[in-house]
């Protein structure tokens, strides 16, 4: 089990709109444990990324 109290908030600007935003300690435990690498881009451009390669998946979910 990841323990969260191992990370703290990062501020991550984003690769697409420039906006920064804070990559949680949850967030960081879920990517780890999944052995992802940090977001490169904000919630809403992770959003707008993912309707752009499949449109319908909002609707699947």
Request: hydrophobic fraction near 30%; glycine fraction near 2%; proline fraction near 7%.
């Amino acid at each position: 089990m990841i323990d969260k109290k191992e990370f703290q908030d990062q501020k991550i600007v984003c690769v697409d709109c420039h906006c920064a935003f804070v990559f949680t300690p949850g967030e960081q435990a879920y990517y780890q444990s999944r052995l992802l690498s940090h977001p490169r881009r904000c919630p809403a451009c992770r959003k707008k990324r993912r309707l752009s390669i499949v449109p319908d998946s909002e609707t699947r979910r």
